[in-house]
């Protein structure tokens, strides 16, 4: 007898450029979890539109993630990969869900108030951004949900819509459980080690995005803030950007943080840096090459594929929780 595999669902924002911390963090674990689970990835452009940005920019961004996505190994034929705005279904749910969601927990998301505390306007899409994400996760009947740590009260929230949907209209929504990464990687900015590599730093030398050149991995590693005691060894706390570029190195390699401070902890950071240099470029250089060979037209069918596959598992549940509201056939 198979076991039925579960589902795994998750959502990455086309906003911008993709970088190492992504990679570590994230997209390494969903390409590895392809291998076991049934697996949903989905594009998510509706939420970042509560970002405002500019529309040619964003659909050129939109395509550009699906193309590193599958750079990196997201496996259409393995995958369910598509973008959220073409599976209407995403939007429909996530008002449904609103009728469920008092303001009042929405009042208390951090990621909101940090977001509007950065200056991103305080719109209602963004103020109800998690109740689509509840949606989307919702709408496949996912039981795993890989996040970060950013995401946990989200995919909490998630858990409670699903319990108050189901004690009022019957069993429709498994509980999603949250999927945390055996290693969970936390990448730093090179700039500024305290704070996570992100692509929204102004700063470009502060992250190695995943299409970066050798040279420009080379360059922005060699200006990667260290200190000044010049003994390679992993302390997070005296020495932020040292750990953090052995963390990438270990990252990148699979070899012990302990075995990578030893060897390097006399040889001087010129040495250690360009030997983590060395371990990114090596690490990233097939996707590099991947992405080259892809073509537009052939990844935009590619998604369209996705979507029509998507539209089709998630109409058969949306059918189910439209009827258990009173929402079905007349
Ligand atoms: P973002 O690029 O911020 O939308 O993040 C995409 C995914 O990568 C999310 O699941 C994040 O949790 C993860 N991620 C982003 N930045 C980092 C980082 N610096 N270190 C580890 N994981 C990250
Ligand atoms: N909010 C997530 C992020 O910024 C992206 C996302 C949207 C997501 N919907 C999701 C992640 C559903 C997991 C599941 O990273």
Redesign the pocket.
């Known amino acids: 007898m198979t076991e039925e595999r579960k589902t795994v669902f998750?959502g990455?924002?086309p906003?911008?450029t993709?970088?190492?911390?992504?990679?570590?963090?994230?997209?390494r674990n969903w390409v590895a979890l392809q291998d076991e689970y049934d697996t949903v990835y989905c594009i998510v452009d509706l939420h970042a539109m509560t970002n405002p940005t500019d529309p040619e920019e964003f659909t050129t961004t939109r395509l550009e993630t699906a193309k590193v996505l599958l750079a990196l190994g997201i496996d259409p034929q393995r995958s369910l990969l598509y973008m959220q705005s073409q599976v209407p279904q995403h939007a429909e749910l996530a008002w449904i869900l609103g009728t469920l969601t008092p303001t009042g927990v929405l009042n208390r998301m951090t990621q909101y108030k940090d977001k509007v505390a950065r200056g991103i306007p305080a719109n209602v899409g963004l103020y109800t951004y998690p109740v689509l994400m509840a949606a989307d996760i919702l709408l496949y009947h996912a039981q795993l949900v890989?996040?970060?740590?950013?995401?946990k009260q989200h995919l909490e929230m998630t858990r409670d819509l699903a319990e108050r949907f189901n004690n009022r209209y019957g069993d429709v929504f498994p509980i999603p459980d949250p999927l945390i990464p055996k290693t969970?990687?936390?990448?730093?900015?090179l700039t500024e080690p305290t704070a996570?590599?992100?692509?929204?730093d102004e700063n470009p030398k502060s992250?190695i995005n995943i299409l970066d050149s050798p040279d420009e991995i080379r360059t922005k590693v060699r200006s990667a803030v260290t200190d000044s005691e010049p003994t390679v060894r992993y302390d997070l706390e005296a020495k932020p950007g040292v750990s953090n570029l052995l963390d990438i190195m270990s990252g990148c390699t699979g070899r012990s943080v302990d075995e990578i401070a030893t060897e390097y902890e006399s040889r001087g950071y010129g040495t250690f840096k360009d030997a983590v240099a060395e371990a990114i470029a090596t690490e990233l250089a097939p996707f590099r090459s991947r992405y080259r060979d892809l073509d537009n037209t052939e990844v935009a069918r590619v998604l369209l594929k996705g979507a029509l596959d998507a539209r089709q598992k998630a109409e058969l549940y949306q059918d189910q929780a439209r009827r258990a509201v009173g929402l079905g056939k007349l």
């Open positions: 998750s990455v924002q906003t911008g993709m970088h190492l911390g992504g990679y570590l963090g994230a997209f890989p996040v970060g740590e950013d995401q969970t990687a936390r990448v730093m900015s996570k590599m992100s692509s929204s992250r």
